[in-house]
């Protein structure tokens, strides 16, 4: 891996002072460096995005006919509960970690991120949990088979890796806990002098909230899955129906952490596409103001929607009625958020780089997927579509073109200030189209499937679901080579420094701190604090 | 051939076949399940369903239309203030104008949205006043199905999937894969139609969820919960549905099979189904020992006469006593169960043909044996058996 990256090290710019630096293994091990700890991130959430990748081919693998072809369906509920967990966990989250330590103190005009050595622990902790998770599928009784959400009474069946998993999770929550509590720090503190916070870069604010909710909620996981644990070994019956316990409770638990965790994992997103738009537009960012507004008041209804993924539990009329209004409501802030980016089009003088082409794609189909969300946010049409095919479709349009696809654009935004180099054009242009079409091609069919009625987590299904499934398995597989394309012939050869060099600021419309310093990013960045511009966006000398 | 209404579906299809993607396998719709290549809701078969057809409707074309609206200005945009046809960007960057309208608009659509869904999701919880109550148990992995009102009041079942359908699966869905693969079951739900059916749902293991499309109903079944919900079919049929809450390794397999039958076709199934279970439980023919039948007859006494004849058998009223009466006291057992089967004094005393010869047999039993009557009689269901069918 560090040989890969090396080329940091000798630098041809005149900035270069880490001849102190570590080198080698003790480098990555050690690192204390924001923008080491930003790689390291980044590339473990590509590694673990190609593990549940492979999990997502396996089913849809299993899934492209009808009858049990590969897998028996204990495995199979092993290969959808881990694809989710590794996704979620290990993919998407970590991800946006990578993204906000690269690019935060860059941002914002600080040194590092306020906790070095935390930032440290918190990256390598995920380490031994992730391989937890992985390795569960070579233990006995095979990797739990619950459903990424978990619940009860059927995690008390699972077998062992159950424990594991749970461990698992408890120390990637710690992770991300120590994450956010370094980021919020740093960015309340360590702001360059006359970056007030509302002249702060739409990514910090993005995650400056996504950190608040990460702390609020990652404690409410720790404590479902701890009273999972208690009920499984130490005779406690929390959510065990058999001793008095509440299956349900596990459900508002869980959802009361799960809701915002979606935001959690699309906030970062709205973030890097408020970034990229303006900079392709050539054109300030429309209603800045209102995009910090709707971003917080997004992150706020999230606390308050999350039975909407309950109401075929059977909640009371009153309940379902608050939960349907409560989400409903969600739609306000987002269509702002779209309006203000198209807005940030209008009349601009765009040019359509990768960056862009994965941007403009996130607001196209990230708004098919809110649609979708409004539609199972109403309560009567929900009762149809709960735990079928329409949800995971939903959630795939959310999290995969949505979180995903801003995560595209963002790495080949800031590529060249990683790197140095520029990364290819067309090769850009082929991931994007590639993936955009596949992605469609994959997850459009499940609509179909949801509205009729196939329900998810199934390893076996009715013949009259049968062609949708199989068009949903060819374009998954495109999908999984493209981003294998992605990383061997993008984001490798950037790596390895390959490409033509890049400027300072490679892009004619970006903004901000980032772009006023060399290409690659030196080791060091803003020792002592840059004197900022009134816009807090440039640096005067 | 697979047959196609849906020209989109199709067209599809026709794309698939040149890919060579097809299955190929000659799969037909299922009537009451779902169809082939189908894009939309399962037909509706209650009102409920319908209303639910009628929202999603209503916001697939709202939906549609600010979706066009929106992302037409986008790509207008796109078309026109590009750099390389020489687009200077505008500088504007905020008005407090257009955010105020482009925050209340969303707001007020959603609003009249919420409306109509309001109305649909109170009727849909309101499961008073039905016609027929069925306890719905999830187990790992079948559905139990107990009729607890109504109708049929006491059947109970096991609804399984046909496990030759199983047994295909597990060798791959080749060859003649039958229409109703995953959906037949060996004992469906039957319920008469039009009438408003509650059903109850609770587990014994894990949560499970009761499904039918086709009538607009998904409700969890929850271990040590009871929770409802209700239908009221629109038409005679057959509909399918699955479990749809993660339940364990076989959870793709505990098909929901519900047949509604006209009025008269239900009550015929159901008397059939109340013998059937009646013979079932005990052999008429077995020939009981005294304590055994005493006991069994104090039960049956407990739920079906103490109400009328008192504890002591003493009645009162109208209510002619127990305790010393001839009829009870004779040798011949003959009329004392006739009475039981049929009645007396126009329904005073109601027929109770529905208990069992057993259940008949053993209170007749024990009102012969006991308070003060002490005849050592002992009446065998096979005696019952005999007076039934004079």
Same mark, same amino acid.
């Given at each position: 891996m560090s040989a890969v990256l090396d080329h940091h090290d000798h630098a041809h710019d005149g900035h270069d002072d880490h001849g102190h630096a570590m080198t080698g293994w003790r480098r990555w091990v050690y690192a204390t460096n924001h923008k080491d700890i930003g790689t390291l991130y980044l590339l473990f959430a590509f590694t673990m995005l190609m593990v549940g990748g492979?999990?997502? %081919?396996?089913?849809? *693998?299993? +899934?492209?006919?009808? #009858?049990?072809? @590969?897998?028996?369906?204990?495995?199979?509920?092993? %290969?959808?509960?881990?694809?989710?967990?590794?996704?979620?966990?290990?993919?998407?989250?970590?991800?946006? $970690? /990578? !993204?906000?330590?690269?690019?935060?103190?860059?941002?914002?005009?600080?040194?590092?991120?306020? !906790?070095?050595?935390?930032?440290? @622990?918190?990256?390598?902790?995920?380490? &031994?949990?992730?391989?937890?998770?992985?390795?569960?599928? !070579?233990?006995? #009784?095979?990797? &739990?088979?619950?459903?990424?959400? +978990?619940?009860?009474? +059927?995690?008390?069946?699972? /077998? &062992?890796?159950?424990?594991? /998993?749970?461990?698992?999770?408890?120390? %990637?929550?710690?992770?991300?806990?120590?994450?956010?509590?370094?980021?919020? $720090?740093?960015?309340?503190?360590?702001?360059?002098? /006359?970056?007030? +916070?509302?002249?702060?870069?739409? !990514?910090?604010?993005?995650?400056?909230?996504?950190?608040?909710? *990460?702390?609020? $909620?990652?404690? $409410?996981?720790?404590?479902?899955?701890?009273?999972? %644990?208690?009920?499984?070994? @130490? #005779?406690?019956? @929390?959510?065990n129906p058999a001793a008095g316990g509440d299956p349900v409770m596990y459900q508002h638990i869980f959802w009361f952490f799960g809701h915002p965790e979606v935001y959690i994992m699309i906030l970062p997103a709205f973030g890097i596409i408020s970034q990229v738009v303006p900079a392709f537009a050539r054109k300030k960012l429309f209603g800045y103001a209102s995009m910090v507004y709707a971003t917080s008041s997004i992150a706020i209804l999230s606390f308050i929607v999350w039975a909407h993924h309950m109401f075929t539990t059977g909640m009371p009329v009153t309940g379902q009625l608050f939960f349907m209004y409560a989400t409903m409501l969600i739609a306000v802030p987002t269509a702002v958020k779209i309006f203000n980016w198209i807005a940030t089009m209008w009349r601009g003088s765009m040019t359509f780089e990768t960056p862009m082409l994965f941007a403009v794609g996130f607001i196209f189909v990230f708004t098919m997927g809110g649609f979708t969300g409004l539609i199972l946010a109403m309560a009567p049409i929900d009762i149809q579509l709960q735990d079928t095919y329409y949800v995971v479709a939903h959630f795939h349009y959310v999290l995969v073109a949505g979180s995903l696809f801003a995560m595209f654009s963002g790495v080949y935004y800031w590529m060249p200030k990683w790197t140095g180099v520029m990364y290819n054009e067309t090769r850009g242009k082929i991931h994007f189209w590639v993936s955009l079409i596949a992605f469609n091609v994959t997850f459009f069919p499940m609509h179909f499937l949801g509205l009729a009625g196939m329900p998810r987590r199934y390893a076996d299904y009715p013949m009259q679901f049968a062609d949708f499934n199989a068009v949903a398995s060819v374009g998954a597989f495109f999908f999984g080579f493209a981003q294998v394309y992605f990383f061997l012939f993008v984001v490798l050869p950037c790596m390895r420094g390959q490409g033509e060099k890049a400027a300072q600021k490679p892009w004619e419309g970006a903004e901000g701190l980032e772009w006023e310093v060399p290409s690659p990013a030196p080791f060091h960045t803003f020792e002592n604090p840059p004197k900022l511009n009134a816009e807090a966006n440039r640096i005067v000398a | 051939m697979k047959r196609i209404s849906n020209p989109w579906a199709a067209g599809l299809f026709g794309v698939l076949n040149l890919l060579g993607l097809s299955v190929a396998q000659a799969t037909e719709s299922l009537t009451g399940g779902p169809a082939v290549m189908q894009m939309n809701l399962t037909p509706a078969a209650t009102k409920i369903a319908e209303e639910q057809h009628f929202l999603h409707a209503m916001m697939m074309v709202i939906c549609l239309v600010i979706f066009v609206a929106v992302f037409s200005v986008m790509f207008y945009s796109i078309w026109k203030h590009r750099k390389s046809v020489g687009h200077k960007p505008a500088t504007f960057s905020e008005s407090i104008t257009v955010e105020v309208l482009w925050t209340a608009a969303p707001f007020i659509i959603v609003i009249f949205m919420a409306l109509p869904a309001t109305k649909v999701l109170v009727a849909q919880k309101d499961t008073t006043n039905s016609d027929l109550t069925v306890k719905v148990t999830g187990y790992q992995w079948k559905w139990g199905y107990d009729y607890l009102k109504g109708e049929g009041e006491g059947l109970s079942y096991i609804s399984n999937l046909d496990s030759a359908q199983r047994t295909l699966s597990n060798e791959g869905a080749k060859g003649d894969v039958p229409n109703d693969y995953l959906f037949r079951v060996d004992n469906p739900l039957v319920v008469p139609v039009g009438k408003k059916i509650r059903i109850i749902t609770t587990a014994d293991d894990v949560i499970h969820s009761w499904s039918v499309p086709a009538f607009g109903v998904k409700q969890d079944a929850i271990p040590g919960f009871v929770r409802d919900t209700w239908f009221k079919a629109e038409r005679v049929g057959t509909f399918y549905g699955q479990c749809s809450e993660l339940c364990g390794k076989e959870h793709a397999y505990m098909p929901i099979t519900v047949k509604v039958l006209s009025a008269e076709d239900y009550s015929a199934w159901a008397q059939a189904e109340l013998k059937k279970a009646a013979a079932k439980a005990d052999d008429p023919n077995k020939v009981w020992v005294f304590d055994e039948l005493f006991k069994r007859g104090e039960k049956v006494y407990a739920t079906n006469c103490v109400a009328c004849h008192q504890p002591n058998g003493k009645g009162g009223g109208p209510i002619k006593p127990l305790d010393g009466a001839a009829v009870v006291l004779a040798d011949d057992h003959a009329k004392q169960i006739q009475v039981l089967l049929n009645g007396q004094n126009n329904g005073a005393m109601p027929s109770w043909k529905a208990l069992s010869d057993t259940d008949i047999a053993a209170v007749v039993t024990y009102t012969k044996n006991n308070w003060s009557n002490k005849t050592n009689q002992l009446v065998q269901p096979a005696e019952v058996l005999t007076q039934r069918s004079k």
């Open positions: 492979v999990l997502a %081919l396996m089913i849809r *693998l299993e +899934l492209f006919q009808p #009858g049990l072809q @590969f897998f028996q369906p204990e495995f199979f509920n092993q %290969l959808t509960t881990m694809h989710g967990l590794i996704m979620v966990f290990g993919a998407i989250m970590p991800a946006f $970690v /990578g !993204f906000a330590n690269w690019m935060i103190p860059l941002q914002i005009g600080a040194s590092d991120m306020a !906790f070095a050595r935390m930032n440290n @622990f918190s990256f390598w902790l995920m380490i &031994p949990a992730a391989l937890m998770l992985v390795t569960s599928f !070579f233990m006995p #009784g095979g990797a &739990p088979a619950a459903g990424w959400t +978990l619940y009860a009474p +059927l995690t008390l069946q699972m /077998g &062992p890796t159950m424990d594991s /998993g749970i461990f698992a999770m408890h120390i %990637l929550g710690a992770s991300s806990i120590m994450g956010s509590i370094n980021i919020i $720090v740093t960015i309340l503190n360590m702001r360059a002098p /006359g970056m007030t +916070l509302m002249k702060m870069p739409m !990514f910090a604010w993005t995650w400056l909230i996504t950190a608040y909710l *990460l702390i609020a $909620v990652m404690p $409410v996981l720790a404590g479902a899955i701890t009273m999972t %644990l208690t009920d499984r070994h @130490f #005779g406690t019956s @929390f959510f | -």
